[in-house]
């Protein structure tokens, strides 16, 4: 079973994604991140390689798409809050962006 992350584990692994861009949500354990492309195909393509690893760690983002930018909120709804599945998966993310 999938538990709330620790302060400890708060500290080592949420540290590097605010450096990358991700961010604390106001009001919710959660975080969130924009991320841009050059169009709407590139924005699209991007969802359906997190969507495959979503689907493959029962973890589902929030999000949405207008275009070229693609925004997320990453939390565990089991917990009520973020855990390492967040982590986990925000750092995919990332990787794919690239």
């Known amino acids: 079973m ?11 692994t949420l540290e590097p994604l605010l450096e990358a861009g991700w961010e604390l949500d106001d009001g919710r354990d959660a975080i969130s991140k924009k991320y ?4 709407f195909v590139e924005a699209f393509g991007f969802m359906t390689k997190c ?3 979503a689907e493959k760690w029962n ?3 929030e999000w949405s ?8 909120t990453l939390t565990t709804h089991d917990v009520d809050g973020l855990s390492s599945l967040d982590v986990k998966l925000a750092r995919k993310m990332d990787g794919l962006a690239e």
């Open 65 to 72: 798409n207008v275009y070229k930018t693609v925004n997320v």
């Open 2 to 12: 999938t538990e709330k992350l620790s302060d400890t584990a708060r500290k080592t």
């Open 36 to 39: 841009e492309f050059e169009n």
């Open 51 to 53: 969507a495959i690893w």
């Open 59 to 61: 973890h589902h983002p």
